[in-house]
Nanobody, 123 residues
């Protein structure tokens, strides 16, 4: 059973950058789409970005276009998907989650969720 683990979150000032990682274990995600979602306190979980199995397809929420970049490295022993976040804003503060198997924007399309990684952007 594939399990995904998010890492790379932290505290950063407005305008700063972070790179999140989503690493797979227990199976391969080489031929799976991967998505990133985020959930801020008191808000619903929302779609952030998606990437197709070979990296040629990408999709972004309007709120992060031009600032975030999703990529993947299937050549690593532990397949990993990244979310490079630049020019961070306080409204990007949230717990970030990755998931696999679809590029759907609705969180209801996914069954399993990991622990996520906290991103906090100070003003």
């Amino acid at each position: 059973q594939v399990q995904l683990s998010e890492s790379g979150g932290g505290l950063v000032q407005t305008g700063g950058s972070l790179r999140l990682s989503c690493a797979a274990s227990g199976g391969s995600i080489m031929y799976s789409s991967i998505v990133w979602f985020r959930q801020a306190p008191g808000k619903e979980r929302e779609f952030v970005a998606a990437i197709g199995w070979d990296g040629t397809y990408t999709d972004y929420a309007d709120s992060v276009k031009g600032r975030f970049t999703i990529s993947r490295d299937n050549a690593k022993i532990q397949e990993t998907v990244y979310l490079q976040m630049n020019n961070l804003k306080p409204e990007d503060t949230a717990v970030y989650y990755c998931n696999w198997g679809s590029v759907a924007h609705s969180p209801r399309a996914y069954t399993y969720w990991g622990q996520g990684t906290q991103v906090t952007v100070s003003s």
